[in-house]
């Protein structure tokens, strides 16, 4: 079983620009792809940013060139940079890994999820 720890997050003012970690502790075989999610009150939750083990990334509409993915590879660590934060940015975050235990093994995983909430 591969738990991720969360980071980060809180009340913000707009504009701000916190950082959330998620780090998976722990021995597996590698880590494929990880990601944040983010749900609103009332709303999906919605992908918005992904980056595979070769740091390929790509992110929702709605936070390209204000948020950045990163991972340390060696650290089983993914960041997200949140810049020009918006309070349509509030929500709970959470953190994704699609983690390959075994070569012949492989499930998705999901942090308990982080508060952020972005105040006008």
């Known amino acids: 079983q591969v738990q991720l720890v969360e980071s980060g997050g809180g009340l913000v003012q707009a504009g701000g620009s916190p950082r959330l970690s998620c780090a998976a502790p722990?021995?597996?075989?590698?880590?494929?792809?990880m990601g944040w999610f983010r749900q609103a009150p009332g709303k999906q939750r919605e992908m918005i940013a992904r980056?595979?083990?070769?740091?390929?990334?790509n992110y929702a509409d709605s936070v390209k060139g204000r948020f950045t993915i990163a991972r340390e590879n060696a650290k089983n660590t993914v960041y997200l940079e949140m810049n020009s934060l918006k309070p349509e940015d509030t929500a709970v975050y959470l953190c994704?890994?699609?983690?390959?235990?075994?070569?012949?093994?492989?499930?998705?995983?999901w942090g308990q999820g982080t508060q952020v909430t972005v105040s006008s």
């Open positions: 994704n890994a699609y983690v390959r235990s075994t070569p012949w093994v492989a499930d998705d995983y």
């Open positions: 980056i595979s083990s070769g740091g390929n990334t």
């Open positions: 722990g021995k597996m075989y590698r880590i494929e792809t």
